[in-house]
């Protein structure tokens, strides 16, 4: 975040990673949301993006790079800014994302090193997406078994929704602190959010909401090296009262996930209200204490 003139400064973050679905134009929709997301996060309005991709020219036919550049920069249309350039090499594997700059006032600014003991936790999306993706990558390429991976709609519609009208709602009314989730997962995210505000955090799993069929599939050993990671890292940082699977789902690393945000007592019902008003999803999944730097998942 840097300060240009006045009252007015930019944000400005990059991301891009592999293809986690098997249409080029959805990769290219959801990477782009993934790489906005930071920048609702902050409270920022998007007003530029430029592409970063790597594609392999000898192996793939360049319509399929078309695709996902096509994917990306709709979504980002969608946002409401363009996709004014950006840079592609040749790499052996395919790999898409943005980086993209927003615009906020200095005043509106939102941080993940803000959040005061005694809000509430506020979630905008259900996690678990990189179970699924696990599942899917793993199923579907044994060819005697097609018919049992997971069936990813659901998961890809909110993988390619954009945080803007959850962020919309975030800012018009204020809140604490606010991250989005994203490869460290829900408590890695979370914990980041604590040691910055030095805060501490109760989480309810019961209450965080779960995409359909990730139960399911953590159950049958599907597990992405991300979570996975995220769960030896967390772990001595969590005092964990649930089954090793919820804690394992709570650190699922999520793809374009929600954002979680820290609301204050006095502005939760308007917040709730809102969300309510348009439609738009959410869930409170805990609160903040003050007991610095840690998490306590209950049921």
């Given at each position: 975040?840097?300060?240009i003139?006045?009252?007015?400064a930019?944000?400005?973050?990059?991301?891009?990673?592999?293809?986690i679905?098997?249409?080029?134009y959805l990769?290219?929709s959801?990477a782009?949301?993934?790489?906005?997301?930071?920048?609702?996060?902050?409270?920022a309005t998007?007003?530029?993006?430029?592409?970063?991709?790597?594609?392999?020219?000898?192996?793939?036919?360049?319509e399929?790079?078309?695709?996902?550049?096509?994917?990306?920069?709709?979504?980002?249309?969608?946002?409401?800014?363009p996709?004014a350039?950006?840079?592609?090499?040749?790499?052996d594997?395919p790999?898409?994302?943005l980086a993209v700059?927003?615009?906020?006032s200095?005043?509106k600014?939102?941080?993940n090193?803000?959040?005061?003991?005694?809000?509430?936790?506020?979630?905008?999306?259900?996690i678990?997406?990189g179970?699924?993706?696990?599942?899917?990558?793993g199923?579907?390429r044994r060819t005697?078994r097609?018919?049992?991976p997971p069936?990813?709609?659901?998961?890809i519609r909110w993988?390619?929704?954009?945080?803007r009208?959850a962020?919309?709602?975030?800012?018009?009314i204020?809140?604490n602190a606010a991250?989005?989730?994203?490869?460290?997962?829900?408590?890695?995210?979370?914990?980041?959010?604590?040691?910055?505000s030095?805060?501490?955090a109760?989480?309810?799993?019961?209450?965080?909401?779960v995409?359909?069929?990730?139960?399911?599939y953590l159950?049958?050993?599907?597990r992405?090296a991300?979570?996975?990671?995220?769960e030896e890292?967390?772990?001595s940082r969590?005092?964990?009262?649930?089954?090793?699977?919820e804690?394992?789902?709570m650190?699922?690393a999520q793809?374009?996930g929600?954002?979680l945000m820290?609301?204050?007592?006095?502005?939760l019902a308007a917040i709730?209200?809102?969300?309510r008003?348009?439609?738009?999803f959410?869930a409170?999944?805990?609160?903040?204490?003050?007991r610095?730097?840690?998490?306590?998942l209950i049921?």
């Amino acid at each position: 975040m840097l300060r240009i003139s006045g009252d007015q400064a930019i944000a400005q973050t990059v991301d891009f990673f592999t293809p986690i679905v098997d249409d080029p134009y959805l990769f290219g929709s959801i990477a782009a949301a993934n790489s906005i997301s930071d920048i609702y996060a902050m409270g920022a309005t998007p007003i530029l993006g430029l592409a970063i991709a790597e594609f392999p020219t000898d192996v793939l036919p360049l319509e399929v790079l078309q695709e996902i550049l096509r994917g990306g920069a709709e979504k980002a249309a969608e946002a409401g800014f363009p996709v004014a350039g950006g840079h592609t090499i040749i790499d052996d594997i395919p790999k898409y994302g943005l980086a993209v700059t927003g615009v906020v006032s200095v005043d509106k600014i939102v941080r993940n090193s803000t959040a005061k003991a005694g809000d509430t936790l506020i979630l905008t999306k259900p996690i678990g997406n990189g179970i699924l993706v696990s599942a899917y990558r793993g199923l579907s390429r044994r060819t005697l078994r097609r018919s049992d991976p997971p069936n990813m709609d659901e998961a890809i519609r909110w993988m390619t929704m954009l945080n803007r009208d959850a962020a919309r709602v975030m800012t018009e009314i204020g809140v604490n602190a606010a991250t989005d989730i994203t490869g460290y997962g829900l408590i890695g995210h979370l914990l980041e959010v604590c040691v910055g505000s030095r805060v501490g955090a109760e989480v309810s799993a019961s209450a965080v909401p779960v995409l359909k069929g990730a139960r399911e599939y953590l159950a049958r050993g599907f597990r992405p090296a991300g979570t996975l990671r995220n769960e030896e890292s967390f772990r001595s940082r969590v005092d964990v009262r649930v089954d090793e699977s919820e804690f394992t789902l709570m650190c699922d690393a999520q793809t374009s996930g929600g954002l979680l945000m820290s609301v204050p007592p006095e502005k939760l019902a308007a917040i709730e209200q809102r969300f309510r008003q348009g439609g738009l999803f959410y869930a409170t999944i805990g609160k903040v204490t003050a007991r610095s730097g840690a998490i306590t998942l209950i049921r």
